[in-house]
């Protein structure tokens, strides 16, 4: 089982920006994808950001693109969100996620693809 802690997130004026770290301590997930999720109430969990165990390749999705960048660093098994240019309809529950089946390349996009989880931490982004 894979424990990934998430740190980052809160209470933020629109325009604003937030860094969300999410680590696995005592794990190396150095040659898994890792992503980013988010749930606002009553949707469904959606893709953000994804990155792949080299980091060479990244997923945005078209929502976040130009404001959001995905970056991990293996060293210290932690993978990064930095979030610009907050809007409201950014506010969400995110969710940090590890794929256990990937390859160094492969960047899985649906929350399907993935096996393990953060606790989650709430964003909002006031008007």
């Known amino acids: 089982q894979v424990q990934l802690v998430e740190s980052g997130g809160g209470l933020v004026q629109a325009g604003s920006s937030l860094r969300r770290c999410c680590a696995a301590p005592g794990r190396t997930c150095r040659t898994n994808a890792m992503g980013w999720f988010r749930q606002s109430p009553g949707k469904e969990r959606e893709s953000v950001a994804t990155?792949?165990?080299?980091?060479?390749?990244?997923y945005y999705a078209d929502s976040v693109k130009g404001r959001y960048t995905i970056s991990r660093d293996n060293a210290k098994n932690t993978v990064y969100l930095q979030m610009n240019s907050l809007k409201p309809e950014d506010t969400a529950v995110y969710y940090c996620a590890a794929d256990q089946h990937s390859n160094l390349y492969e960047i899985p996009v649906t929350s399907y693809e993935y096996d393990y989880w953060g606790q989650g931490t709430q964003v909002t982004v006031s008007s």
């Open positions: 990155i792949s165990g080299s980091g060479g390749n990244t």
